[in-house]
Nanobody, 116 residues
Framework: VQLVQSGAELRNPGASVKVSCKAS????????IDWVRQAPGQGLEWMGR????????YYADSVKGRFTISKDNAANTLYLQMNSLKPEDTAKYYC??????????WGQGTQVTVSS
């Protein structure tokens, strides 16, 4: 099983960015994928989740309306679209495969820096 994420991004405040997570080594639609982030010196913060089978999504209140999780089943790839970026969105973003109540595989992380 592998989750491979796109590379680091630098954006100005107010801009948008789309981070990808390509899954391989398992049946794509059988596992939810969650997105979490870790800001410098902070713990993990859950962003949201997608069911790759039917596309249903769930978001943390803190990002609802600004962040969107989507999928491309043909490419076995998940996406995290982040709009209206703020400096406090600066963090390392991870996709993680959910197995029941735990995450059993993680992407390598994507650093997103929001700064003018």
């Amino acid at each position: 099983v592998q989750l491979v994420q796109s590379g680091a991004e630098l954006r100005n405040p107010g801009a948008s960015v789309k981070v990808s997570c390509k899954a391989s080594g398992y049946t794509f639609i059988n596992y939810y994928i969650d997105w979490v982030r870790q800001a410098p010196g902070q713990g993990l913060e859950w962003m949201g989740r997608i069911d790759p089978e039917d596309g249903s999504t769930y978001y943390a209140d803190s990002v609802k309306g600004r962040f969107t999780i989507s999928k491309d089943n043909a490419a076995n790839t998940l996406y995290l679209q982040m709009n209206s970026l703020k400096p406090e969105d600066t963090a390392k973003y991870y996709c993680a495969r959910r197995a029941y109540e735990e995450f059993d595989y993680w992407g390598q992380g994507t650093q997103v820096t929001v700064s003018s």
